[in-house]
Structure formats: C-alpha cells, structure tokens
C-alpha cells in the first residue's frame, strides 16, 4: 500500500501501541528527516498515519512508550505538508478548543497546529473568533504549567509577525494584572514574553520598567534579581529602559545587590558601553579608577568589566585608566590576559602597552596565550601595523612558519591569516603578503584539517 519506509514506521507505531513497549526513536527520526511531498502524496497517507500516531498521543501510557516525544515531532512534520483547513479535518474545532488549555501532550499538538498554520487566514480567524490568546495567557502564568506547554505557548507567540501581532492585544489585560502582582516567577515569565514581542511591536513600558523599590523589593531573591537585570542586558538599545538601568545602577554603586546578582550588573554596563550609554556610565562614574582597587585581588567583578566595557568608552571616560589601573596589571598572565585582549582594541590604549608588546616577550608565552593576542592584533589597523613592522620575529616564527598541530590553536592561526590577508592599505603589509598567503593557502587548501593529527603543545594549563 506503502512505500517500504512508511510500512515499517507504521508497523513500529502500530506495535509500540499495542504492547505499550518504548517506540524506536531512531527510526521515527530517520524517517521524518526523510519525509517529503512524494511519500505524503501516497493514497490515504494522511489518512492512515494521523490517526495511528494519535492512537498512541491519547494512550494513557503515552509517556512510556514514547518518553523522548518523538512521534509528535513526526506528526508535527506530517501536518506541515497539508494546510489549516485539512488539519480541522482530522482535528476539528471542538477537539482543539476542548484541549488546547488542558497543559497536556495533547495541547502541545493543538499549540504546534495553531503555530504551523499561524500565518493562513483561516488560523487567523479560528484564534481571533475563540478568543484563544486570553486564555492560552492564563495557562501561561498559571504556576504549575508545564514547561513543554509554556515552551509551546512562547514558540506561538514568536510566530506572530508585525501584521499578525495585532491578534496578541486580546491577552494585554492578563499581562498587566501579573505585571502587578508581587510573584517573581510570574513576572520571570512576564519578561520572557516581553522580550519575545519587543521584537514585533511598541511594548508598555509600564511592563517592563521596575522601580527603585520594587528592585529592592525583590533583593531577597536573588534569581529574580539576576533574571531581571539579564532581561535588561537584552533590552539595551532595544527599547527604553534608562529609568530602570539607573535604578539597577544606584543600587549597585551602594553595594546593596546581592554578591550573586553583581558579575549581571557588570554585564550590564559592558552592555551599555557599547550602546551609547556614555552620559550614563559618566553619571555612576563606574569605569573610575577608584572602583578597580579590589582588581589586583583578582576580583571578578572588576576583571570582568575591564576585559568585557568598550574599550574607547572606558578610556574616554576616565584617561587615566591606563596609568592608574593597567599599568600596574601583570596582563600576560591568566587572570589578566583578557583585559588585555580587550584593550588592543583601543588606539590610544595601545599605543602605551606597546612598550610591553616585545618579541621576547611574547616568544616567552606559552602558545595559546600567544596565539589568542595575536588574534586580537590581527583585528585592528594600529595592532597590524605593530606586528608588521615591530614584531619580525614573532610574524617570521609563529604567524607564517609555525607547524601547530593542536587543532584549537591550528583554528587560531587560520583566523589570524585570514585577518591579516585583508591589510592591503598598512604600511608593513607589502612585505610580509606574499608569505601570509603562502601561509595560509598551505593551511586551507595545502591540508586538509581533518588530517591535522594531534600533538602536544605548550600550552598554559590554568587557562
């Protein structure tokens, strides 16, 4: 009746069912990465295989037989090849009204039915005319939902597109009275649904802003306090949330964030360094140099904003960080190293750390740390230049006749050759091209990285 394939999927669903044994995950996948528009085209395919596999979804034993959900998979990619009008066929209206809202498997097969035909007229009209969304907003912030269905709920959500998200406005009320409430893991949720549509529309502020009090409110949760101040990482340059940055950053100038939530923050302002915030950061002085006296104790905190901030921003906003802070940092060592790779980046920076940037010393490194500032050298006009026209023993040695069989440093050295082939207009270049594409011609097309065989080399542990 079947191609063979199809028969054995059905045999194997068919069995599975009636002895209540674990389905074959394997080869339910291998046929769905298989399935196209000739095996569906068969006679009664659809006919046949949708309800077998539903037979299976009801069982009250669904969960043992196929516990990786792998036949919903299948079904979802069967029901992607016919359009909403045939999938009421053998789901009507009742059935998807009546378990859409029950967090069950079954009402992940209606939220991927409603997902994959979201973009037709017909499911358009189906969710508007049954009011789905304010109730499929309930299930979400309700505690105890599943998180495959609240998963299945935010991946509908993402479907919408700028002209669909209209629909979504029914559900605004659930989202104010939860925006209201004083639960952490509702308003969690609240903030994963409002980084979803901030892509698609103008969001209420009101949403997502939390006042002064209500982050210290939440300071004896520390997981919400981090799930919040990461949304923010998220939103900056995405929508308007000055009024809550400053909050978050008030609090973190006095010290009166919990030490957990504290590395967020500095994610925060590296954040911000890179979006416009300068006004900002100057306000809260945080790339002072009197807030990195802690550094040279190896604080994390404090390592982590100098090796993460832009560079340009931090030096704009305080000249003296080299003098003060950098200058004093043993940089090529591992806790420091990445500062270090981050202020190459940085002209006037670079241009007072050249005095450390040696041949012997870098031919004193071990090679992965070597290898990682090269790679950061190779970026930036003015750290070309350098290595093209001050480090010809380093260039020679390590970037051109280096044999590296490591495969992490051999995926460096191939970077750096392809940044420093795109230096035409450098002075230094001229010099060193020819080889630099000999170089790298013999690593890219001379041998093949899979045969690159392994070898052991001298590498820094602790990194």
Request: aromatic residues 10%.
């Amino acid at each position: 009746m079947f191609d063979d394939h199809t028969n054995g999927i059905i045999a194997e669903i068919s069995s599975s069912h009636e002895a209540k044994t674990q389905i074959d995950e394997k080869l339910i996948d291998n046929y769905i990465l298989t399935l196209d528009t000739e095996t569906t085209q068969q006679t009664s395919y659809f006919q046949t295989i949708i309800p077998l596999i539903n037979q299976t979804l009801l069982d009250s034993q669904y969960a043992e037989i196929d516990p990786t959900g792998i036949l919903l998979k299948l079904l979802e990619k069967i029901l992607s090849f016919i359009n909403f009008e045939e999938v009421l066929q053998f789901y009507p209206p009742e059935f998807i009204i009546q378990n859409l809202f029950t967090s069950s498997t079954i009402s992940i097969l209606c939220l991927k039915i409603l997902t994959l035909n979201l973009h037709q007229s017909q499911a358009q009209e189906f969710i508007s005319s049954n009011k789905i969304i304010p109730q499929l907003l309930r299930v979400f912030f309700e505690e105890n939902t599943p998180i495959s269905v609240l998963n299945s709920i935010e991946a509908l959500v993402s479907a919408f597109n700028s002209r669909e998200v209209h629909l979504l406005k029914d559900g605004e009320e659930t989202l104010y009275l939860v925006r209201k409430s004083d639960n952490a893991v509702l308003l969690a949720r609240l903030l994963d649904l409002v980084s979803i549509l901030v892509e698609k529309e103008d969001v209420d502020a009101k949403l997502y802003n939390f006042d002064l009090e209500e982050i210290v409110k939440f300071g004896d949760d520390p997981l919400f306090s981090i799930l919040l101040i990461q949304f923010y990482v998220n939103m900056v340059g995405v929508c308007l949330i000055d009024g809550s940055i400053a909050n978050v950053l008030t609090l973190y100038k006095k010290g009166d964030l919990d030490d957990l939530v504290v590395p967020e923050v500095a994610d925060l302002i590296s954040k911000m360094s890179y979006n416009n915030y300068d006004s900002v950061l100057a306000t809260f002085e945080v790339f002072k140099s009197y807030n990195f006296i802690k550094i040279y104790e190896k604080n994390e905190v404090e390592i982590r904003l100098l090796s993460n901030s832009n560079p340009n921003v931090v030096y704009k906003l305080n000249p003296s960080i080299y003098d003060d802070v950098l200058k004093n940092l043993p940089l090529f060592d591992r806790e420091f190293l990445p500062i270090l790779l981050n202020f190459v980046a940085s002209f006037q920076v670079w241009t007072l750390l050249q005095p450390k940037v040696t041949n012997e010393r870098l031919e004193s490194l071990s090679r992965d740390k070597l290898f990682l500032l090269l790679l950061a050298m190779s970026k930036y006009t003015h750290t070309k230049e350098y290595l093209f026209n001050n480090l010809p023993n380093i260039m020679n040695n390590e970037v051109i006749e280096s044999d590296i069989r490591n495969t992490d440093i051999w995926k460096l050295k191939l970077e750096i050759l392809e940044n420093l082939k795109q230096s035409d207009d450098i002075p230094g270049y001229h010099y060193w091209q020819s080889k630099i594409e000999q170089s790298y011609n013999l690593m890219k097309f001379g041998q093949s990285y899979k045969h690159v065989q392994p070898k052991v080399e001298v590498i820094d542990d602790a990194l």
